[in-house]
Each structure stands twice: as C-alpha cells, then as structure tokens.
C-alpha cells in the first residue's frame, strides 16, 4: 500500500504531498491543473521512461518520492534486500528524479538502483489503470492476460512448466534444423580438417625444430671457411708438420716453462708461474686435440645434408604459413582440429538424438498445451459469468461478458489458445469483440469488471484508475463509485476523476489546486474535509462551488455515497 507520495517540479506541479492510505482515494481537480501528474509520478516510481518534458518549466529536475508499507519478510522486502536497498521496519521509499537534460535516478530502499529495478517491484506493487489501458484491453494479448490472472495459480503452474518446455523444444528444433542445413558444409568441413590433419601426422614436426634447421643450414652453407678456420687455428695452437719451421702455441709455452723451471731455484715466485704454463700447454693442447676432432667431424658431403636440411626447412614453412605462420600453431591444430573432427564425424549421432528429443519434447507441450486449454475453458465460463453480474451493477443490466477461446493453427509461447473477450450489449444480440463492440464508456465498466472479479482471486495491493469513468455519467457513474468502493474493501484503490458520483465514495479525497500568476502555472494538493470538500463536489457536479443548490446536491450524494458505501451490490 501506498502511504504517502511526494512531487516536486513535474509538470505543473511545484510541490505537493499526497497522503494516501488505505480505502478509496479520489483525486480530482480542474482541467490542467496537473491530475493526471499523479499518475506519472507514479509510473516514474514504477520504472517507466524517463522524459526530460516532465520537468516543470524554469527547473533543473522533478523529483517523485513514494512510502508504502508492506510486509518486512515479503517477496517484495526480499528483492529490495537483493538490490542492495532495506526496509525502515514495514516502510519501503522508492524515488526518482529526472534532469531537465534527461538523466535518470533511482533510489530503493536507500540504495541506487537501476530503473529496471522498480519496473521489477512495481508488478507486484500497484496496478495502473490509464485511458490508454482500456484501448489496449481490445488487443488479444491483454485479453488472455487477464484470463491468464482470472484462472489463478493451476493456469500459472501449468503455464511455467509449458514455458520451460517449449522453449526447449524450440531450442532443440532450431540446432536440428540448423544441423540438417549444414549436412554437407560441415562434412566439407571434416574433409578438410582430416586431410589437414593428415598432412600434419605425416610431416610430424616438432616443437622448435625449424630453429635448429635454420642454425644447421647457417653451418652446412659456411662448411668450407668452418674448415679453413678450424685448421689454420689448430695450426697454430699444435702443428704436426711445420715447414716453416715457426714454432706453435703448445711448443712456446712449454719452452717458457723450462726457461722458469731452470731459474726457479733461485726465486721461490717463479715455480708457481711455471706450473700455471704447464697448465696452459695443457688446455692449449686440449683445444687442438677438439680442433682436430672438429676437423674430422665436418662432412664431406656437405652439400647433400644441406639440400636435405632446406628440403625439410621448406617443408615446415610451408605447414606453419597454413596455420598463421607458426609451427607451433601447427603442432596444436593436431589438438583442436581433432576435437572438431570428432564433434562434426558425431554429426549423424547428434542428428538421431535431437530427433527423440525434439519429438519428445513435441509431446510433453502438446499435452501441456492441451492442459492449458482445459485450465482456460473452465476459467472463461466462470469469468464470463462474473463479470456479467459485475456488468449488471454497473448501469449494463442486459449486457454480457462472453470469453471465448478458439485454437491456434500453431502452438505459440503461451499455448494454442487464442482467447478473445466479446461483449453483448443486451439479450438476442450477437456479441461483438470489445473492438467493435464497445464504447468508451462501456470500456471503462467493463475494465472495471474485470478489475474487481480478478481481485478476488488474483489480488493486487494498489489498483490506480486515471479517469476510469471516461464516457459515462449518471446513475452508471454511480455504480462505478460504489464497485470501486467495494474493490478499496480488499485493496488500496487510486482514482483520477472528473465526476462527482465517483469521488463520492471515497473515503479520502484529494484536490488538485491550480493557481496562476498569468505566466506560470502552479499546483498543489490538498486533502479535503466537510465543506471544502462539498465546495469540490458542487464544482464537479455543475461548475458552480459556491451554488446553494450544487452544495445540497453535493451534499446529498456524499450522504449517499457514506450510506451505500459498503452495502452489498448483489
């Protein structure tokens, strides 16, 4: 329940609070002063679009704050908790404000949010009721919704479980087709991948293989200066033959060595310098014997090995320019592609099986579907009769609700059934779809029917009516102020109107106020009581509030109203 909302800067409306509470709150006021603002606010409140056009002229922002009180262990407590908002014991603030450039704001329960959040709450919050939501009760899709909320909690599990299993059969039917479509390009596909595959086994690389090619090329194709180095430095280091006579590395420091021996006696620094030469001819010596090994390790056939080591380099790079330019990449397609390959060779498999499962599921939402139909065929007949003695208490004594529920060619997301709501206007008619079928007038008491025998079985904690009495008068006007009344005995009901006979049976009455300096307009709210509130009525009720003879008629229908208020209508 609502208990008091807050405006400020939104349209007309400078600033305003209006206490609402429990029962049947009307809300009425001259034409532009701002009535229907309270409805917008609250549908800002609810998550609807932020428009910058709201915002009063001359402001920065508007600015809608709502307090309701609901229970404190509620599904509605628990998704505020879940966006990061609280509770002040049974109180929830939700607000909004939205700047003159278009930006948005939302707080709930203390904590910014996103305005899908209060889209979100406000299903479970308030119901509204606007002009252009008895237009849309023509539409096929509001009429089975509202047959939908009639039937109660067995259409609602059903509908879940169908739901849940349609889409899966949809899901399943979409790969299949999608499967049999791609037959031959994915077998195109396996064609490629295991010739590829192939390719690779048969080359067989190995990781860092093209890099110790590419060093043994750079030695095969310097083989001869490799050849000419190694043998003109072991030349020097160790000669076996020297024609010149030139003495090498290991000859002249073992004759440094003897020349430190001999003197060594006389000099105890000397004998360690020999030894260190004496190590040196050692490693000098080793390095030659390498050399010569080295020498004898260099093959003859050179250029053979070398041709054989571009073959296969090329060979390589021929493989990795096929898989972005790495051998690597190469070496791991061996994985993915084989993971792939076998996925599309299981293709037949996959195929065989979605068949039984589709057809499968194809059964269970048939059955469901069939299930649906009964749920909603027995929830017609009871809604068509309820509604119908609604229609009579509402000043339409021979007129009748008729639901219908015709087949699907096709099974859709919410069943086969196509439901469609006619009205006929009195006895011997043929009914007529509420499109052609029913005025304005007669819309609005048949939304208001509706409304009150759902409640009953679907209730709602606020219902919002903006000029729910759009085209009527008279005695029918009445009676949507009594069925209102009764629908503020089981919940919180909001009503924007412009007549007399519908505000008379609310218990709290709030009045837009218009004032006007002659370039700006402003408004604000207030409650009224005894004579203002007479004063209202005989403004409603004739133009005239300070007319003695609107003020008793007003009077007397507020009497009325008090006495009749809760009376039963039947």
């Keep these: 329940m609502i208990d ?60 809608v704050e709502g307090r309701w009180l609901i229970p404190a262990d509620g599904a509605v407590a628990t998704r505020v908790r879940d966006a990061g908002g609280d509770l002040e014991g049974t109180e929830l603030i939700l607000s909004r404000s939205v700047s003159a450039e278009g930006r948005s704001r939302a707080v709930v329960g203390g904590r910014g949010a996103p305005a899908s959040v209060l889209s979100d709450l406000g299903g479970d919050l308030v119901v509204v009721h606007g002009q252009s939501d008895q237009v849309r009760l023509r539409s096929a899709t509001a009429q089975s919704a509202a047959l939908d909320r009639f039937a109660g909690p067995d259409l609602t599990d059903t509908l879940d479980r169908f739901t849940e299993v349609f889409h899966r059969w949809q899901d399943r039917q979409s790969e299949l087709s999608r499967l049999v479509d791609e037959r031959d390009q994915r077998s195109q596909e396996a064609v490629e991948l295991r010739d590829a595959i192939d390719e690779i086994e048969r080359i067989a690389p190995q990781r860092g293989e093209d890099d110790e090619l590419a060093a043994r090329a750079e030695r095969l194709g310097n083989l001869e200066e490799l050849r000419v180095a190694a043998a003109q430095a072991r030349e020097f280091l160790s000669a076996e033959e020297n024609p010149d006579g030139l003495p090498d590395a290991v000859a002249l420091l073992d004759s440094a060595r003897r020349q430190l021996d001999r003197a060594g006696e006389h000099d105890p620094a000397l004998p360690p310098l020999a030894e260190a030469l004496a190590n040196a001819g050692f490693v000098v010596a080793d390095v030659a014997a390498q050399l010569s090994s080295y020498l004898a390790g260099l093959d003859a056939d050179g250029a053979r090995e070398l041709e054989v080591v571009q073959e296969r380099r090329a060979e390589l790079t021929a493989l990795a320019r096929k898989h972005d330019g790495g051998l690597d990449e190469a070496i791991d397609f061996l994985d993915t592609g084989s993971a792939r390959l076998l996925e599309l060779d299981s293709d037949t498999d996959r195929i065989d099986a979605l068949r039984a499962e589709t057809e499968a599921d194809r059964l269970v939402v048939e059955d469901l579907a069939d299930r649906l139909t009964g749920i909603r065929l027995a929830a017609a007949e009871r809604l068509g009769t309820a509604v119908t003695a609604e229609l009579s208490a509402l000043a339409m004594p021979d007129a009748a609700l008729v639901v219908e529920i015709d087949s699907r060619p096709e099974i859709t997301a919410t069943g086969r059934d196509l439901v469609r709501i006619l009205l006929r206007p009195h006895a011997g008619a043929e009914a007529r779809t509420l499109a052609r079928g029913a005025s304005g007038g007669e819309l609005s008491r048949v939304m208001l029917a509706i409304e009150v025998v759902i409640n009953a079985t679907d209730p709602v904690p606020t219902f919002v009516f903006d000029e729910v009495d759009a085209g009527v008068g008279g005695a029918a006007a009445i009676e949507i102020g009594r069925r209102l009344a009764r629908l503020a005995e089981t919940a919180q009901v909001i009503v924007v109107t412009h007549l007399a006979q519908v505000a008379a049976f609310a218990g709290n009455h709030l009045s837009v106020v218009k004032d006007s300096d002659g370039a700006v307009t402003a408004s604000s709210v207030r409650q009224l009581h005894g004579d203002e509130r007479a004063a209202e009525m005989a403004r409603l009720l004739s133009g005239l509030p300070d007319s003695a003879s609107g003020l008793e008629h007003a009077r007397e229908l507020i009497s009325l109203a008090r006495t009749n208020r809760t009376a039963n209508p039947q």
């Design 4 to 63: 008091e909302l807050i405006i400020r800067d939104l349209g007309v409306i400078a600033e305003a609070t209006l206490p609402l509470g429990p029962g049947f709150t009307a809300v009425t006021g001259e034409t532009g002063a701002g009535k229907t603002m309270v409805v917008t606010a609250l549908g800002l409140l609810l998550g609807e679009r932020a428009d910058p056009g709201l915002v009063r002229q001359g402001q920065a922002q508007t600015w």
